[in-house]
C-alpha cells in the first residue's frame, strides 16, 4: 500500500540511486510525513525534511527525524550579529 505524498513528490525524483534526500515542500507536514516512509520503502541511508516549525522540528528530532529548520538557522545568526555588533558581549 502505497502513500500517495510519497508518489506524487518523491518518487519522480528517485530514478536513480541516492544516498540522502532532502524533504523540501512548503509543507512541514508533507516534508515529516514523507522521511521516515522513504527511508523504509527506497531504503536510503539519510532522508532530512526541513520544517520551518521550530517546536514541531525539536519534537520529530526528538523521534529520531533528522530535521533542519531554517526559522532557528536564522535566530542563531541574528544572534550573533547582535553579540558581534555589542562586542561579543551576551545579550
Request: aromatic residues 4%; negative net charge; charged residues 25%.
Amino acid at each position: 500500500m502505497g502513500n500517495g505524498l510519497v508518489e506524487e513528490y518523491v518518487r519522480p525524483t528517485l530514478q536513480e540511486e541516492a544516498d540522502i534526500l532532502f524533504a523540501m515542500t512548503d509543507k512541514d507536514n508533507v516534508n515529516l510525513m514523507i522521511g521516515p516512509e522513504v527511508k523504509r520503502n527506497f531504503k536510503l541511508e539519510r532522508v532530512v525534511a526541513v520544517v520551518h516549525d521550530s517546536i514541531l522540528a525539536g519534537l520529530y528530532k526528538e523521534l529520531g527525524v533528522e530535521t533542519v529548520c531554517p526559522t532557528d538557522l536564522v535566530i542563531k545568526d541574528l544572534l550573533q550579529t547582535i553579540q558581534e555588533d555589542n562586542g561579543g558581549s551576551h545579550v
